[in-house]
């Protein structure tokens, strides 16, 4: 079913576009009763809406805890990302939300920990904002997710978290520091505050020419942690913020040139902490795009289409 794509599962067993290798392999009513009896939770255990404890997902609730408890088990690489992935979903029902930009906007989005090979050490899935975590003050929903996210990460060893501009705060890189964990990130400056009147602007930045950069170094708190900001012109102006490394040595990246005849790629000089976040931020695009070539499209309840992206994620 997902190396051939048929608008309803009904048509898999047509007889005018029948699939062999699937109603050869299971009857047309058997496949359908088993979704139908499919469950991973007690509906006689529910927790009624509007009383304590409810969870909107608690119908696949125990299987996203269980699959988690399997990803922890995976040895963890000194370098993860965290980042968002989208569960295509037409239907109503659920917490379906739309995120502009994404090939499939509509659907339900999940939380991820993955390191640069598309690995996923921890998953959770969108539903509410995130509360304070224990142990940790409240820096805000997206800070209170990645600290979520990276409780499993041990506390200095040197590990090396990196995000985009959605998580990247400077409360956020403090908590990580003080739990021994190494972040970078990109940052919007309207959301870092205090950055932004310190640093050098855009038009400035612009007048010293194409791939110019300026690195800014600030303290975090007075036992000597610094914090360090690059704004780098790259077209536009990229800010990077990051608790470990430099923008020196220099690094290099490629970039399409157009010329007269023809367009080619060429390597430009970039910030090495520019090189860094490259390198080790796509894990989970990577593995979005890898469940794009197989994905399957069901006209079905969501938590059954949740199911699918679990048995997907998890082969």
């Given amino acids: 079913m997902s190396l051939i794509k048929l608008p309803r599962t009904r048509y898999y067993w047509n007889s005018e576009v029948e699939i062999p290798a699937v109603s050869q392999y299971m009857r ?10 499919l469950h991973f939770s007690d509906n006689e255990k529910v927790i009624e809406k509007g009383q304590p404890g409810y969870d909107r997902i608690y119908k696949i609730r125990p299987l996203l805890d269980l699959l988690n408890s399997k990803f922890n088990e995976i040895d963890l690489p000194e370098h993860v990302s965290c980042d968002e992935m989208i569960i295509p979903y037409a239907g109503t029902r659920g917490p379906r939300q739309y995120v502009k930009g994404k ?6 989005k999940v939380w991820c920990l993955a390191d640069t090979h598309g690995v996923i050490h921890n998953v959770d899935l969108c539903v509410e904002p995130t509360p304070a975590q224990d142990g940790h003050p409240d820096i ?35 908590e990580l520091r003080r739990l021994g964990i190494h972040c970078m ?22 007048k010293k020419g194409k791939s ?7 303290k975090l708190d007075n036992k000597g942690k610094d914090l360090r900001v690059v ?26 040139q ?17 090189s860094y976040y490259n390198t ?12 794009g070539f197989y994905r399957i499209f069901l006209e079905e309840k969501n938590g059954i289409t949740d199911f699918f992206f679990i048995l997907s994620i998890s082969a």
């Fill in 280 to 291: 080790h931020m796509g894990g989970i695009d990577k593995m979005d795009s890898l469940l």
């Fill in 185 to 206: 990130g990109t940052v919007q400056l309207p959301r870092a505050s205090g950055l932004k009147s310190v640093l050098i602007p855009d038009h400035e930045l612009i």
């Fill in 140 to 174: 805000g929903s997206t800070g209170n997710l990645v600290l979520k996210l990276c409780s499993i990460v041990p506390r200095h060893e040197n590990y090396k978290v990196y995000m985009d501009n959605y998580f990247s705060g400077v409360p956020l890189f403090l």
């Fill in 258 to 274: 157009r010329t007269v005849n023809d367009n080619k790629k060429v390597s430009v000089p970039c910030p090495s902490l520019v």
């Fill in 212 to 218: 110019s950069f300026v690195e800014y170094e600030g």
């Fill in 28 to 37: 047309m009513r058997r496949w359908e009763k088993i979704k139908h009896f």
């Fill in 103 to 108: 090939p499939n906007p509509w659907g339900f």
């Fill in 231 to 256: 704004r780098w012109n790259d077209g536009k102006i990229v800010n990077i913020m990051s608790s470990f490394g430099s923008a020196l040595p220099l690094g290099t990246c490629e970039r399409w």
